[in-house]
C-alpha cells in the first residue's frame, strides 16, 4: 500500500511539472470564507464546514447534517467582487460537496473589455481509518477576457490527521494537475497551484476555548514570510468567535468574529493591507 501511494505521489508531482513549464496566471487564489480569511487563511486544518470545498476537501468529513453557505468578497482597489456559493452533506460514510465561484468587475466603466473567472466544484471526503480524514475536489474553469474564451480543470488533493483531542496535522496540495485551454490556443496552468502543511491546537485559557493556526506554503514565493500563515480564535461565548491573523501570501493583517444563532451562522472579517485597499468578507451559512 505504501509503496503505491509513494508511485502515485511521484507520478502526480512529474505530471505538475510537467504542466508549470506551460504559461501561468488565470484563478489567483482568493478568499472564499470569512472565517478564513480573519485566521489569515490558516485554515487547512481548521476548516470543518462547506468552505473545505475550497480549502481543504478532508474538512468535509467532519460535516453531519446538511449544509449550505454563501460568501461575498469585494476588493476595492480592482472593483472585484467575488461571490462563493456551497453546500454539503453526508451521504453514507462519504461527505458529499459542490460549490461555484463567480468573479466579476462591479465598475464596468474601469474595464473596456469583458472579464470573468468562474469555476465549478465538486468534493468528496472519507475518514478512511480512525483519525485520517482524506479528501478530494475537481474543478471547472470557466473565463471570459476580450482575447477569447476558456476552460479548464483542476484537482485538490487534502488530508487531516488527529493527532490526539487538541492537535490535528494537515496537508492539501492545490491543482497539483490542472489545465486551461483558451480558444486562442494558449494552454496554462492554474496560478492556484500551491503545496500547504497545516496544523491547529485547541486549547482552554481560563475555561476558555483557544484555536491557534499555522499553515506554511511549500511552493516557491519571493520571500520566506510570503509563506506563512497565521491565525488564532477565541470563544469567550458559546456561539461567539473572535479572530485575528497575518497572511504572510496577500501580506494582510486580519481581524473579525463568528456569531451563531440556532441553525444559521454569521462571519465577517476585515483585512488590511499596504499593497491593495482594505477588504471586507461576509459569509453566512446555515446546518439543517
Known sequence: MKKILFISLIAVLLINMTFAGELSGSFAPVINNARAGALGEAFITVTDDFSSIYYNPAGLSYIESPTLGFNYLYIPAGFISVESLGGATKLGGISVGAGVEIKSITNA????????????????????????????????????????????????????????????????????????????????????????????????????????AFDVSLYDKPYFYNRLHFGAEVNPLPLLSVRVGYNGDKETLSLGFGAKVNFIKLDYAFLYTKALSNQHIITISASF
Open 109 to 212: 466603466e474601469e474595464l473596456s473589455f469583458p472579464f470573468s473567472e468562474n469555476s465549478i466544484k465538486l468534493s468528496l471526503a472519507k475518514e478512511v481509518i480512525p483519525k485520517l480524514r482524506v479528501g478530494l475536489s475537481t474543478s471547472l474553469y470557466l473565463a471570459t477576457l476580450d482575447t477569447g474564451s476558456a476552460t479548464g480543470f483542476g484537482i485538490d488533493v487534502g488530508t487531516i490527521y488527529e493527532i490526539n483531542e487538541k492537535i490535528k496535522v494537515g496537508a492539501v496540495w492545490y491543482d497539483p494537475i490542472s489545465s486551461i485551454e483558451w480558444s486562442t490556443g494558449t494552454v496554462e496552468s492554474s496560478s492556484r497551484q500551491d503545496l500547504l502543511l497545516g496544523v491547529s491546537a485547541n486549547l482552554n485559557a481560563i475555561n476558555i476555548p483557544v484555536t491557534l
